[in-house]
C-alpha cells in the first residue's frame, strides 16, 4: 500500500515519520504544496513545523503531483480552513480510494466537517477520519497515543485502522464519521474557552466547569446532526477535550491563555478553533439548538468581547437543570 500525507505541518509530519518507522521497506510520501518547501525540508531533514524530528529515510518528501495520483491512501494533514480549497484544486488527482481527513474544524464557508467535506468535492472517493487526542510532538516521539479511525465503510475502516497503526500509535475503529469529527473540532473551541479562563484568573474550578458544560454542548450539537452519543464519550470527543483543555502544548489553549492575560497570542500558529468557534455558532443557530459557550468564544475571537464580560454573561444565563 502507498501512503501519501498531504501536509508537512507538525501532524502530517509526525504522522508520515511514524508510519515509515513502524515498517522501514515501506516508502511514505509526504506532498508539500511547493518545490520552495520541498528543497528546504530535504536540505534540513526536519519540517519547520516539528523542528528536532528528522526524517527517516523512508519519508519521502515531494511536491509533485503524481505523488497523489500513485497513492492507495492519501492522509490529509492541511488545516481545516484549507481543506476544501486544496480538495477542490486536485480532485481529479484523488478519487476512487480512501482519503483520510486529519484535520480538526468546521468550514466556515460550509459549515462542513472534513468528511462532508470530501463527499461534496471527490464524490468518488471513501472518506475517513483520523482524530483523538494527540499532540503532534508526543507522536513523533514514540510516546504511547490513542487515536480514533473513523469510516463509514466497515471494511475499508478495518483496512486503515490496520494499516495506520503502530506500535505506539493505536486506532480504535468507528463507523460514526459525523461524531468523531465534531468531537475534535469542537474541542478545539473549548480549549480556548478554558485557556482564557485560567488566563484572565478566574480558576481551576471555572475550567472543570467549562470544560463539563462545554462537552454538553459538543454532545448536543453532534447528536443533532446525527452521532452516536459513545463516539462523544470516546477518544475524538471526551478524550481529545480533556487533552486540550487542560494542557499548555495545545496551541488552542495558549491562544485563550493570551486572550485572558491580555497580551497578544503567537503569531503564525494554527489555531483551528477560532474559525471553527464561529462556524459552530453558525450551525447551532441554522440547528436551532443552544451553544453559549461557542458563541462566547466566537464573540471573544473577534474581539466582541472580553474573558471578564463573556465569563460574567454566562454566569447570569438564567438557571436550568443540569
Ligand atoms: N499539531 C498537532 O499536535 C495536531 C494537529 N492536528 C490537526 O492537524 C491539522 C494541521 O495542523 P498542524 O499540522 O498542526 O498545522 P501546521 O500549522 O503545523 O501545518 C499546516 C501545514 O499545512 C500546510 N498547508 C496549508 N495549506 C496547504 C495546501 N493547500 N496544500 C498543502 N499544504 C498546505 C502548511 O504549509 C503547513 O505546513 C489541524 O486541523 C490540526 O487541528 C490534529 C492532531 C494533532
Ligand atoms: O488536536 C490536538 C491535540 O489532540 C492539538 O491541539 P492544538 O491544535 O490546540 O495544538
Not at 497515543?145 to 503502530?166: F, H, P, R
Request: proline residues 6%; contains cysteine.
Amino acid at each position: 500500500m502507498t501512503i501519501c500525507v498531504v501536509g508537512a505541518g507538525a501532524f502530517g509530519t509526525a504522522l508520515a515519520v511514524t508510519i515509515a518507522r513502524a515498517d522501514p521497506q515501506r516508502a511514505v510520501q509526504l506532498w508539500v504544496r511547493d518545490i520552495t518547501a520541498e528543497t528546504t525540508m530535504n536540505w534540513t531533514g526536519e519540517s519547520p513545523r516539528l523542528p528536532g524530528v528528522k526524517l527517516p529515510k523512508n519519508v519521502h518528501v515531494t511536491s509533485l503531483k503524481e505523488a497523489l495520483d500513485q497513492a492507495s491512501v492519501i492522509l490529509l494533514a492541511v488545516p481545516a480552513q484549507a481543506l476544501r480549497p486544496f480538495l477542490i484544486k486536485h480532485a481529479a488527482r484523488l478519487g476512487g480510494r480512501p482519503l483520510v481527513a486529519c484535520a480538526k474544524g468546521i468550514d466556515l464557508e460550509t459549515l462542513d466537517g472534513p468528511s462532508a467535506t470530501i463527499a461534496a468535492t471527490v464524490p468518488d472517493a471513501i472518506p475517513a477520519v483520523l482524530t483523538g487526542p494527540s499532540f503532534a510532538a508526543d507522536i513523533a516521539r514514540g510516546l504511547p497515543t490513542a487515536l480514533t479511525l473513523a469510516c463509514a465503510d466497515e471494511a475499508v475502516g478495518e483496512m486503515l485502522q490496520a494499516a495506520l497503526s503502530t506500535p505506539t500509535l493505536r486506532l480504535y475503529r468507528t463507523t460514526d464519521l459525523r461524531g468523531a469529527e465534531l468531537g475534535g473540532a469542537l474541542k478545539n473551541v473549548m480549549a480556548i474557552a478554558c485557556g482564557a479562563t485560567i488566563g484572565a484568573g478566574f480558576g481551576d474550578s471555572a475550567r472543570a466547569a467549562l470544560l463539563t458544560r462545554g462537552y454538553a454542548e459538543m454532545s448536543r450539537m453532534a447528536l443533532a446532526l446525527g452521532a452516536r452519543p459513545e463516539t462523544l464519550a470516546g477518544l475524538s470527543g471526551l478524550g481529545d477535550l480533556v487533552l486540550t483543555c487542560t494542557s499548555a502544548q495545545s496551541r488552542n489553549y495558549r491562544f485563550g491563555l493570551a486572550l485572558g492575560e491580555s497580551r497578544a497570542p503567537d503569531a503564525g500558529m494554527t489555531v483551528e478553533g477560532v474559525a471553527t468557534a464561529s462556524a459552530a455558532s453558525a450551525l447551532a443557530a441554522r440547528l436551532g439548538i443552544e451553544m453559549p459557550i461557542t458563541a462566547t468564544v466566537a464573540q471573544l475571537t473577534r474581539g466582541e468581547t472580553t474573558p471578564a464580560a463573556a465569563m460574567q454573561d454566562l454566569l447570569a444565563r438564567p438557571l436550568k437543570e443540569e
